[in-house]
């Protein structure tokens, strides 16, 4: 993989090891609690930690599954469980319902349940079908327990480990097997939807050991996760380095990588280690990579992951897919399986059925019963539809151009001009940091990247000729589309108003040389208007504090106007915030720290640039 000196995703030290609960001890109940009342279709056991059915259907095949309990996964009712080891993951209850798991057996954080446990539950959901259970050696005990208590019922109980981990090559694994991840979460929807349909045993079981054999999964994380109660471990990632192949109860990975390559790098890189089949000790599934596979794609938020991250590898997986020549039939994404609060996401593949030949399950059956509906609260929704291409979901705009004025109005030197508007760009992203920093204090940390994102666009309408001093009323328009498009939020608004209602004010001008005077006119005409989508007057600890001294100062000389924004922008750190962001920041907690405020600064920034 190329190494490139990017920014991370996240930078983190380690994962913070606090945690809202009670006490250690009793999160585990507390959560079973919390399920109980967000889904009344659920009844628990607290003395075995079993989450069930309330009403099952007796006449249906019921799956058991269990394992260790962790935040921000989901349990599933279906008889079967499918970890290899001690299960660190919570996602068993939370997909408990119908047309998913009869019930699940929670044990301890990253520890499995007993097999008493899991006898305890195969009887709360014994019924006339049959059931599969499974985590090797207490549900393997339970299963042996109950066969040799209940010899008549002993055809009627079935056991499967699913192992989806491709991390973990053959040889390493010879004798555990693969690590159960989230690929176990389509297994529970698959046979759930087929036992809630009416399926026999054996057929529910074929159909989830058929999928179980088409399965791989590869995880990558920014840092590992905090177990409540216990100390904050030293084996932390850097905080530009990331690792591949990490089990969800902790376990270190296969790999690690500095600095984090970028999405667009990482992600191809996953891909091609879940689908290769020229690796002896890691080919797992039978990809043919010939342009005729296809996959069912679940992206998986190991805890720690915002919904915009998220998002992003989601798209940025299925283009990778697009490119290795693998159709892709449904998309889910979200906390299926999650390792607490571990900041990374793992990428499922669940290859499909050859067309041409016949399998134990059609693609039609399977993608159908990905999509029977269910009431599991920890089940994701989905579109139960093939995804778009980049082409039918993009819109694309033809034959519109941006809005342009037909008045022209020149620079007194068009090259000095322009040389001016890069140097202000320039400035602006060299102080991104040192604004992003005083933003972190006194508004929501983005102001930095909002005013660099703004300069950015504006370099790039400078160099393929959008903005030019030849034409000053299109470059002030050009501006304002800029500062909408690719700044957004009130930073953008603002901008964006001021510089179009510039551009407005410097048209109705009658000269066709932009001097002084004639900007001096222009700028208060466009600051009035900008007052009236406002309520921000100086002194604000706003943008509008230098901005309305750049304005005033402007007619009596640059030199002054320069001065004043700079007194103004300092002035800041002394003022009571009365509009803005840092209006919520608690006013004399700002004035001991000193910070300016980081629109105004910005400000500052892009004036004295303009000056030098």
């Not at 959560?31 to 059915?53: C, E, S, T, W």
């Not at 660190?88 to 998913?100: A, I």
């Not at 108003?497 to 001097?515: D, E, H, K, N």
């Not at 720290?593 to 629109?599: C, F, H, L």
Request: net charge neutral.
């Amino acid at each position: 993989m190329t190494r490139h000196q990017v920014t991370p995703l996240r930078t983190f030290q380690s994962c913070p090891p606090k945690h809202f609960l009670n006490n250690p001890t009793d999160l585990v109940l507390d959560a079973l609690d919390g399920l109980g009342v967000l889904n009344p279709h659920l009844a628990i056991d607290p003395a075995y930690r079993v989450v069930y059915l309330a009403n099952p259907d007796r006449s249906k095949v019921a799956l058991v599954c269990g394992g260790g309990f962790w935040p921000r996964t989901f349990p599933l009712c279906i008889r079967r469980w499918v970890p290899c080891t001690p299960l660190s993951r919570s996602s068993y209850p939370f997909v408990t319902g119908h047309g998913m798991l009869s019930a699940a057996v929670c044990g301890n954080i990253f520890a499995s349940p007993s097999a008493g446990q899991v006898r305890r539950a195969i009887d709360l959901v014994n019924n006339d079908a049959g059931n599969y259970t499974g985590d090797v050696l207490n549900f393997g005990l339970a299963k042996e327990q109950y066969a040799a208590t209940h010899p008549d019922k002993s055809d009627r109980v079935k056991f499967l480990i699913v192992g989806d981990d491709v991390a973990v090559g053959r040889e390493q694994g010879k004798i555990v097997g693969r690590r159960g991840l989230a690929g176990v979460c389509l297994v529970y929807k698959i046979a759930g939807a087929l036992a809630a349909r009416g399926g026999s045993l054996d057929e529910v079981y074929s159909t989830a050991e058929y999928i179980s054999s088409r399965l791989g999964t590869i995880g990558v994380g920014l840092e590992h996760c905090h177990v409540p109660g216990t100390a904050v471990p030293d084996t932390h990632l850097g905080t530009n380095e990331l690792e591949i192949g990490l089990g969800i109860h902790n376990e270190s990975g296969h790999r690690r990588v500095s600095p984090v390559p970028p999405l667009n790098e990482l992600i191809p890189n996953l891909i091609q280690t879940v689908t290769s089949t020229s690796d002896p000790d890691r080919s797992f599934v039978p990809f043919k990579n010939d342009g005729t596979d296809r996959v069912v794609l679940l992206i998986n938020n190991l805890g720690g992951l915002g919904e915009l991250e998220l998002c992003a590898i989601v798209g940025e997986t299925k283009k990778a897919l697009d490119k290795h020549g693998i159709k892709t039939m449904r998309v889910l994404a979200g906390s299926f399986m999650t390792s607490l609060n571990m900041p990374g996401f793992s990428i499922t593949l669940l290859l499909l059925p050859e067309m041409e030949r016949e399998q134990v399950v059609s693609t039609d059956l399977i993608l159908s019963l990905l999509d029977d509906p269910n009431n599991a609260p920890g089940w994701k929704w989905s579109s139960k539809t093939e995804p778009k291409s980049i082409a039918e979901r993009t819109s694309v705009a033809s034959g519109t151009a941006p809005p342009s004025s037909q008045t022209f109005l020149k620079a007194p030197d068009a090259r000095s001009f322009e040389i001016a508007i890069e140097r202000a760009c320039r400035a602006v992203l060299a102080a991104e940091g040192e604004i992003t920093d005083m933003d972190k204090i006194a508004g929501d940390g983005d102001c930095g990247l909002t005013l660099s994102a703004g300069a950015s666009g504006a370099l790039q309408s400078l160099n393929r000729g959008a903005i030019t001093g030849d034409d000053v009323i299109n470059s002030m328009i050009m501006i304002s589309n800029v500062a909408e498009e690719k700044m957004g939020g009130t930073s953008g608004a603002l901008y964006s108003i001021f510089f179009s209602s510039l551009a407005q004010a410097l048209a109705r001008s009658s000269a066709t040389v932009a001097t002084i005077e004639v900007w001096s006119h222009a700028l208060k005409s466009a600051l009035e208007r900008l007052y009236t989508y406002t309520r921000a007057r100086p002194p604000s600890r706003t943008l509008i504090d230098p901005l309305t001294a750049f304005v005033d100062a402007l007619p009596t000389g640059f030199d002054d106007a320069v001065k004043a924004v700079q007194h103004a922008a300092e002035k800041t750190r002394d003022i009571e915030a009365k509009a803005g962001r840092s209006a919520y920041v608690g006013g004399d907690w700002l004035k001991e720290q000193k910070v300016p405020d980081p629109g105004a600064w910005g400000v500052k920034v892009i004036v004295e640039a303009l000056a030098r």
